[in-house]
Nanobody
């Protein structure tokens, strides 16, 4: 089965930086998009950033100017560089993959297990 492996989470003081990485493996023919979402207990999961097959990006308003999403198409990986971290960035961050298994196959979606980011003084 297709899996996502996330890394890079941890504890950081406000104003610091962290870099999250996500690697996809399995029977992936092509990637439609990859993205990062985050969730706080009791709240809905929300989009942080995503990048499409064509390289177009989308960012949530609360991270614009601070976070940058990038990808390496040859390795099926996506990274999220998080700068100027704030306490309200504290959440579990999930990697998301939308992909195809064949040229005329359907689209599928898979989630990573999540990595905890804690921003506190």
């Amino acid at each position: 089965q297709v899996q996502l492996v996330e890394s890079g989470g941890g504890l950081m003081q406000p104003g610091g930086s962290l870099r999250l990485s996500c690697a996809a493996s399995g029977s992936i023919f092509s990637i439609n998009s990859m993205g990062w979402y985050r969730q706080v207990p009791g709240k809905q999961r929300e989009l942080v950033a995503e990048i499409t097959e064509g390289g177009r990006t989308k960012y949530a308003d609360f991270v614009k100017g601070r976070f940058t999403i990038s990808r390496d198409n040859t390795k099926n990986t996506v990274a999220l560089q998080m700068n100027s971290l704030k306490p309200e960035d504290t959440a579990v961050y999930y990697c998301n993959l939308d992909y195809r298994v064949a040229t005329y196959g359907g689209n599928f979606e898979v989630w990573g297990q999540g990595t905890l980011v804690t921003v506190s003084a």
